[in-house]
């Protein structure tokens, strides 16, 4: 098992168990994971030329969320003049990671520090790190975040999975609430009667058990997100004519640092820890 640089015109490195089973990521754009094969196949949806394309946001892979999902209804900062409003899902994708891989517990390790960018948007010293474990058919997150200001700090967190599907009309879902919202509407819906419409397009979040999960009948294959309180809201995002699904883990809706739903405070000098897994089911 080894992390190396898989492509020096990208930035792309690979951690590998073996040649069926690994993942790529680009620490210089937002620490993104980019490629996850797992029992040779792919399980993510990346769009290369996009990637290439630094004047664009990425489509593809696993961006991370951070210090907002979504974005936020107010045309001036949360936190004062001085600042700059924060954009959608925040700046943690846009910026330069730092990794490690540790070789006792065989995972990779990425963070995040403030820096003078951060501090345009975000007036907080911290740190956020989320530790990843590969295994066969499964990916596993362990995010913390520390606030090492001398003021409680808040945040929202979230993942953007983008999952690689044959078609979305060969998709089932399961274990989704009765309602959902519909994002894009800003309406409480019913889930089946939205999900009709998954190939025009959907936005839409839910309250979920913690567990959000889809079948791809074509690939015969299930993928199941685990991801318990507080990180337990989901999101199911399609673009079409991308063959592609997000199925998203978020800790708080869009605007939670405007109108304070569900959004975190991390105390000074305290932590808040998440955990998420991703596991692939062959059938």
């Known amino acids: 098992m080894q992390v190396k640089l898989s492509n020096k015109e990208t930035g792309i490195f690979v951690f590998q168990l073996d040649q069926n089973n690994y993942i790529k990521f680009c620490p210089e754009r ?23 394309d630094k004047t664009k946001s990425i489509r593809g892979g696993i961006p991370i969320l951070f210090p907002i999902c979504g974005k936020l ?22 910026l330069q990671w730092q990794f490690f891989f540790n070789e006792n517990k065989k995972s990779l390790c990425l963070f995040l520090n403030e820096s003078k960018k951060t501090k345009k948007y975000f007036p907080f010293d911290f740190e956020l790190r989320i530790e ?18 001398d ?26 609430p009765l309602n959902c919202q519909n994002q894009e509407k800003n309406i409480i819906s019913n889930t089946l009667d939205e999900l009709k419409n998954i190939n025009l397009g959907v936005d839409l979040l839910m309250y979920t058990s913690g567990r959000s999960a889809f079948i791809d009948k074509f690939f015969k294959r299930q993928v199941t997100l685990t991801h318990p309180y507080p990180f337990d809201l989901g999101v199911i995002w399609s673009d ?44």
């Open 30 to 52: 937002g620490g993104v994971i980019t490629d996850w094969v797992s029992d040779g196949q792919e399980i993510l949806y990346f769009d290369e030329k996009r990637f290439k």
């Open 151 to 176: 003021i409680a700090m808040p945040i929202n967190f979230g993942l953007h999975p983008y999952f690689n599907v044959s078609d979305v009309k060969n998709l089932e879902f399961i274990d989704n």
């Open 132 to 149: 990843v474990t590969l295994k066969i058919n499964c990916l596993e997150f362990e995010i913390t975040i520390f606030n090492s200001t």
């Open 73 to 94: 209804e107010t045309s001036t900062s949360v936190f004062g003049k001085d600042y700059l409003q924060l954009t959608q899902h925040g700046f943690a994708r846009d």
């Open 240 to 283: 079409p004519p991308r063959r592609m699904i997000c199925l998203e883990p978020w800790t708080s809706p869009r605007n939670s640092f405007v109108d304070g739903f569900r959004k975190i405070i991390i105390p000074t000098n305290d932590r808040q820890r998440f955990n998420a897994s991703i596991q692939i089911k062959h059938f």
